[in-house]
């Protein structure tokens, strides 16, 4: 079992660039979580998928930023016209169960993104 | 919003002392509460958990306490090692889904030989 694989690990991008993460869950997982990481600082929840539905996007900031987990593929998360505040880690996670307290996650390694 | 607080920020313990780390929540609807250590460049991996049903629970040299009246809980570590070192992060779930976690803001545990 490889766990939640996450890719590229490390993207550099200029301000105004598009960035893309990639997330494939542990197999036989089918819920998703992304979470970001400032330095110094702990996760902060951002958005909750399943196959084709978001399920909880109430920690995506309201502009630049979408997520997506297709029938087919990784989840991907979408940082659009970034800029130097965008710069952190950002962790996928995923769990065999989702809700309702059964949040055993498994957390990839991140991907660290640096907006010069 | 709803927040965890977590304490220490660092702890710093000789090889073979315990380390304790307290964290305090503020939904009461949270009902599940992991905690994870973070090696440097690596992700948070779980250690242990426990939910709301159960006031104690012991892994081997890990333990975590749960006061769901006083909206606590702590991870004790015994017999601490060198290679315990790294970033711990308690979190617990939002709301009665549960949908996501709300993650403390971390200790940076140093233990020396």
């Known amino acids: 079992n490889a766990g939640v694989m996450q890719n590229p690990r490390h993207l550099v991008r200029r301000r105004g660039q598009e960035a893309r993460l990639r997330c494939s869950p542990m197999k036989g997982h089918s819920h998703v979580y992304w979470y970001r990481q400032l330095p110094e600082e702990g996760l902060k929840f951002m958005v909750y998928?399943?196959?084709?539905?978001?399920?909880?996007e109430s920690g995506m900031p309201k502009e630049r930023f979408s997520a997506e987990f297709p029938k087919e593929g990784p989840s991907i998360l979408r940082i659009q016209q970034v800029v130097r505040g965008d710069s952190a880690a950002y962790f996928c996670?995923?769990?065999?169960?989702?809700?309702?307290?059964?949040?055993?996650?498994?957390f990839g390694a991140g991907s660290r993104l640096t907006v010069l | 919003g709803e927040n965890v607080e977590q304490h220490p920020s660092t702890l710093s313990v000789q090889e073979g002392d315990s380390a304790v780390i307290k964290c305090t929540y503020s939904d009461s609807a949270s009902n599940y509460f992991p905690w994870y250590k973070q090696e440097l460049g690596k992700g948070p991996q779980l250690i242990i958990d426990?939910?709301?049903?159960?006031g104690e629970k012991k892994d081997q040299r890990i333990a975590v306490t749960l006061n769901k009246t006083a909206k606590h809980f702590s991870l004790h570590i015994t017999e601490t090692q060198p290679e315990d070192s790294a970033v711990y992060f308690c979190a617990a779930s939002i709301g009665q889904a549960g949908t996501a976690l709300i993650f403390g803001k971390g200790t940076t545990l140093s233990v020396s030989s």
């Open positions: 426990i939910r709301s049903n159960v």
């Open positions: 998928l399943q196959k084709e539905n978001i399920i909880d």
């Open positions: 996670a995923s769990s065999e169960q989702g809700g309702h307290g059964a949040n055993v996650l498994t």
